[in-house]
């Protein structure tokens, strides 16, 4: 079977060419979905799955990132997903220097607060990496809190395993 070349979307991936969103730096691609309704309850899950670059070490990079979430989140929506799951350190930006640390930490309550009305608003569970402070300690974590459709936290996960010396180097045990 030969390749369809008008298949091939910008990416080299194997599905028509879809919708793009122009207004963030690098755009999320419709990509190929098995019918036009989500699965009834109890019958399966539609997740979408954003994987790319966002800005990176800084407020303004938080607030790019989240702007960007709330128009990827409305497509997602829109497509009937039922999750959206977000690369590593999706909120800070993964890139971040052991400088930036101080200025790109937040607590879960905090994502909570930036996440939620967005989960809300196009009422679908996210799963969003950051870069965590735990109030208590003041120590950093590489984590992951999951917002309900509802805007509440359903879990929060740290990585506990490390990878490479970069990720070990930026002041912190555990990030």
């Known amino acids: 079977?030969?390749?369809?070349?008008?298949?091939?979307?910008?990416?080299?991936?194997?599905?028509?060419?879809?919708?793009?969103?122009?207004?963030?730096?690098?755009?999320?691609?419709?990509?190929?979905?098995?019918?036009?309704?989500?699965?009834k309850e109890g019958e399966g899950l539609r997740i979408a799955v954003y994987q790319g670059e966002g800005l990176a070490g800084d407020e303004v990079a938080i607030k790019h990132n989240l702007k960007c979430l709330e128009e990827w989140a409305g497509k997602a929506a829109g497509y009937q997903a039922q999750i959206l799951v977000l690369p590593e350190l999706f909120l800070c930006g993964y890139n971040i220097l052991p400088n930036d640390i101080e200025n790109v930490v937040r607590t879960e309550a905090q994502v909570q607060e930036l996440v939620g009305p967005i989960a809300r608003k196009t009422y679908l569970a996210i799963v969003c990496p950051y870069a965590e402070v735990d109030p208590d300690t003041?120590?950093?974590?590489?984590?992951?809190?999951?917002?309900?459709?509802?805007?509440?936290v359903l879990r929060n996960y740290r990585k506990c395993h490390l990878w490479g010396t970069g990720e070990k180097a930026t002041g912190s045990t555990h990030m």
Do not use: F, W
């Open 1 to 39: 079977m030969g390749i369809d070349v008008n298949q091939l979307n910008n990416y080299g991936n194997m599905c028509p060419v879809g919708e793009t969103i122009t207004d963030c730096r690098y755009p999320m691609v419709k990509m190929c979905l098995t019918g036009t309704d989500a699965p």
């Open 138 to 152: 003041q120590e950093h974590y590489d984590s992951i809190v999951m917002i309900d459709k509802e805007g509440g």
